[in-house]
């Protein structure tokens, strides 16, 4: 293949990587549109280039006219995300798509690879349409945290300066620094958790702050001022000190109160 031939070759995976950028980034916008929490922090995507298409080929022993199913990563994204827990919604995202298939995944976060590599793998068939029709391309989606894109950016330029002679206890180190990375986001983790059983909390005690002040207004439906007049007052002590365990309490009975109301019961004292 001469310089033009190549060019052709890489326009479909060009556009293929435009095309993956462009809807990852929009399921980014509409999703924080949509919800509070986006399980996407940013996405970026390449096309391999000609050198190293042509030294993975040597490698993996790939013909020239196998290139198209023999290297699977020619065109490429990366999505980023805040949580590990992040990158499992985001694969069931890419696995729930119409306009892709997912041929196979590979979990180096589980299976971390010996040099403390860790990120989520999914390679895909995309159908491209090109001005001559539509082409299947493979693709492949990287996925992955802050923090171990941080440790694989920094540990891609040391291998590509050091090729393959990459010093023992450079090696080492980074095997070290991987592990600090897992640890920095199972320590990221635990706090998102503490974030979301926070934002639970809240919700649940709003809506039972809530539901005593209706239940409240429903005693002056029934006539029961003065019941009402006192329930109030308790609510704003109960209110003052934010003790929620006494709102509950209180909540049963002015519920209790306005069951016995409706079936024209007596209703006891407050
Ligand atoms: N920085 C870094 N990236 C890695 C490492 N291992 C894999 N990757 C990335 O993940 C891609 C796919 O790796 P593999 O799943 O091992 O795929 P492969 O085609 O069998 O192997 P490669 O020849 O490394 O591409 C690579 O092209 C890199 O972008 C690693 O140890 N360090
Ligand atoms: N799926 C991907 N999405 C976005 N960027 C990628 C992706 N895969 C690799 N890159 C980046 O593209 C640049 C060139 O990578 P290149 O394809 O030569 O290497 P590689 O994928 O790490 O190696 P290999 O030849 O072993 O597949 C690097 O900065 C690499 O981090």
Redesign the pocket.
Known sequence: MDGRDWATFLLPYEQTVEELKVKFKTMRSELKKREEYTPIEFVTGRVKRLSSILE?AK?LNVKMEDLEQGI??IAGIRIMCQFVEDIRRVAEYIRARKDLEVVYE?DYITNY?E?G?R?F?MIIRYPVQTALGQKIVLA?I?IRTLAMNFW?TI??SL?YKYRESLPDEIRLRLKTAAEAASILDSEMSSIREEILDAQRTFEDNSNTTTQVLQAIHQLYFYHLVNEAIRCQEEFNVIWQRQDMVAMKVLLERVRGMISRAKKGENTDGV
């Open positions: 993975k490698r699977e990563d590979k690879k040099s590599y990120s793998h492949e990287q694989a540990e891609h291998n």
